[in-house]
Each structure stands twice: as structure tokens, then as C-alpha cells.
């Protein structure tokens, strides 16, 4: 899958704004990507896309621009993801990998057929900007950024690979998420956030204080309400697709709500205290566990069967573990005796607990420093 005409990576960008943009011009930098096709709706866009070498030519379809490409990037509103990545795949070559930078998963996933799994990898970049367009794309907008992967049961390993590859490349890091998990995890730790700060500031603007009250707030007003006034259809529509796990998150907050309103009635001192403890702790306790392992480089080397499911399971098992997957390659032998998928991680600990899990799963696991 990853033989390219020339050796040269072919990429397209439908949506080119910000996150595509941005795609496009560390494509060319770090991805060794020699083309840049790019689509949208605004031509005055993809003019300007094109004057700033986010992309190299233009397109006048998501057809056109699948057409020639390896690995194509959608990149528009998520309402309507889903048909541009079918309309791609139907387009590209049949070696060329799907993906999108969509902060919804479920829905697109589970909308491809098991063909369709096989070259459409979900991806969501935690990475952005308040200022938008491609006018603001940045080579470096990925850089240290986690870069959500969320593989189908019948995804194609090879196409899983390139895009690992593609997204270390640009220096993100590549992690291995089941697409329901995600959307419940981004209900928590995003969507949920941007419907209390639209609260919260819709609270202050009705103040009648003498000041402004944004103005006259301390960075902690400012910090909880940055994110607030975001882009409306954007995140009208992903309020909308993400609707379940929102809704379930925001009755778990009112019932912590709850607590503090029923405490603060009662002055009730040891109860506030306990959850201002509790929230210290979590807190610390999620920074500890977020930070990745030092060390040198490591290998597993896992036998695998030749079935559906087996890569997404492994490097989904790996991800909810917060083990960082540096490299991955397989080497396929043939369908009855399956093959080997190398995993690289970084440090002796780590790679310890990634066989331990693995072999904890029923796989045969080698391990080794990566350069003996």
C-alpha cells in the first residue's frame, strides 16, 4: 500500500482551511509528500491555500482530487464527513487510504461498510486554533499533539501503517482509540467544556455589575470561558452528532453539581473540602499517568492470525493502556500462517507492560531493544 509512483507520497486535502491546510504544509515539510491536491467550496480559498504551499494544485471535486492521491484528508464540517470520505474512496486509487480530522467518531465509523473499513481510518488531531482558515495554517500546528486513530474491525494493516506513519511523521502522536470510546471521551473532555462555557458566558453577559464582566475578570473567568462563542455551526453540529455521550455527561456534572450546591446550603465545610481534595487528586493523578515513559526504544514483535480485527485490537488495547506506539510494521507471511506485527514503544517498563497486556490477550510476543 505504500508503494507511491516515483517513491513520492500523493496527498489530498478536501476542506482546506486551518487543520487541512495546516496537513497540507507539514505534508510537503515532513512527509516527504511531493503533491498537495486540495478542494472546497471557495475558490478564493484554494487560491490563497495555493500562494502559501499548503497545497500544490487545485481541484474541482472530492473525485478529482481522490483520484491521484495515496492518502486523503477530510477535512470539512462533520455533518458531512461521511459522504466525502464514500465519495473518495469510490474515486482514489484502490491502494489509497481515507481518513478525517472530525472530532466525531461513532457515527462515521459505524456508517462504512466492512469494505469501506478497510481503507477508512477515523482520525481526530487535539490541536487547533481560535483564529481559523487557511490564512492561519502552520506547519508546526501538529507537533506534540495526540492524534486519535480510530480503526474499523476489517481496517487493512497496511493502510493503518501509512497512516501511523504519516501522522508521526508531521510529529504528532498517533494513538489507537475504539470510535464510541472516543466520542465519550471527547463529550467529557471537550464538548462538554465548550457547552459550560457558552453557559458561563451567557450568565456574565447578563450581569449588571458596572463593568464588563470578562473584562473585570481574573484569569480563572477568562481561562474557564476561552473556548465560549465558538464557531456556531461547527459545534452545532457536533453538539448534534455527538448527542448521546453529551447528554450522558452533562446529567453526571449535574449531579456533581448538585453535591456543591446542596453542600455550599448546608455550609457544609467538610463536604466542599473533600471535593476540592478529590479534584486535586484526580487531576494529579491523570497529569502522572499522561506522561510518557523515558527511555530507549524498544520492540515487541507479535504473531498474529490472518482475521479481521486483529491490528485494531491490538493498538486499541495499547492506546487504553496510554501506551505511545513510536513504529509499527508487519510482515504478512501468508493466510494460514498469519504474520508479524513489530510494535516500537519507548523504554524497558513500558515495553514490559505492553507484552504483558498483549500476551495477556492470547498473542505470542517477542520483546527487544529496538537496535541490539
Known amino acids: ?26 505534508a510537503r515539510e515532513h512527509a516527504g509528500a511531493t503533491t498537495v491536491c486540495g478542494y472546497g467550496r471557495n475558490r478564493d480559498n484554494l487560491e490563497l491555500a495555493l500562494a502559501r504551499g499548503a497545497i500544490t494544485t487545485i481541484a474541482d471535486s472530492v473525485e478529482s482530487a481522490a ?25 482514489a486509487p484502490s491502494h489509497a487510504v481515507v481518513t478525517d480530522v472530525g472530532s466525531t467518531k461513532g457515527s462515521l465509523m459505524s456508517g462504512l461498510t466492512d469494505e469501506e473499513q478497510r481503507r477508512c481510518i477515523g482520525g481526530h488531531p487535539l490541536c487547533g486554533s481560535e483564529a481559523a482558515g487557511v490564512a492561519n495554517a502552520r506547519v508546526g500546528l501538529y507537533e506534540g499533539a495526540t492524534y486519535f486513530l480510530t480503526p474499523g474491525t476489517h481496517v487493512d494493516p497496511a493502510a493503518f501503517q501509512l497512516l501511523h506513519s504519516f501522522v508521526s511523521k508531521i510529529g504528532a502522536r498517533p494513538v489507537a482509540i475504539d470510535p464510541e470510546q472516543h466520542d465519550r471521551l471527547m463529550a467529557l473532555m471537550s464538548h462538554l467544556p465548550h457547552v459550560l462555557a457558552n453557559v458561563l458566558m451567557t450568565q456574565a453577559g ?47 456534572f449535574q449531579v456533581g453539581l448538585r453535591r456543591m450546591t446542596e453542600a455550599l446550603a448546608t455550609s457544609d465545610a467538610d463536604a466542599l473540602g473533600e471535593a476540592i481534595a478529590q479534584a486535586a487528586e484526580d487531576r494529579g493523578r491523570m497529569l502522572t ?44 507471511m501468508s493466510a494460514e500462517l498469519g504474520g508479524a506485527l513489530t510494535v516500537y514503544v519507548g523504554g524497558e517498563n513500558v515495553c514490559r507492560q505492553a507484552a504483558d497486556l498483549l500476551e495477556g490477550l492470547d498473542y505470542e510476543v517477542i520483546t527487544g531493544r529496538a537496535v541490539e
Open 1 to 26: 500500500m505504500d508503494d507511491f509512483q516515483g517513491g513520492s507520497l500523493r496527498v489530498a486535502v478536501i476542506g482546506v482551511g486551518l487543520m487541512g491546510g495546516s496537513l497540507g504544509l507539514a
Open 67 to 91: 483520484a491521484g492521491a495515496d492518502l486523503i484528508f477530510v477535512a470539512t464540517p462533520v455533518r458531512l464527513v461521511l459522504d466525502h470520505v464514500r465519495r473518495a474512496l469510490q474515486a
Open 206 to 252: 447578563r450581569s449588571s455589575g458596572p463593568r464588563d464582566a470578562l473584562l473585570a475578570a481574573g484569569p480563572s473567568f477568562r481561562d474557564l470561558t476561552r473556548v465560549a462563542g465558538s464557531n456556531r455551526r461547527v459545534w452545532t453540529d457536533i453538539f448534534l452528532e455527538n448527542r448521546a455521550a453529551l447528554l450522558a455527561e452533562l446529567e453526571d
Open 289 to 332: 499517568a499522561s506522561t510518557l515513559a523515558p527511555g530507549e526504544l524498544f520492540r515487541l514483535v507479535v504473531k498474529i492470525p490472518d482475521r479481521p480485527g486483529v491490528i485494531r485490537e491490538i493498538t486499541v488495547a495499547l492506546g487504553d493502556a496510554n501506551i505511545n506506539i513510536e513504529d509499527i510494521a508487519l510482515h504478512h
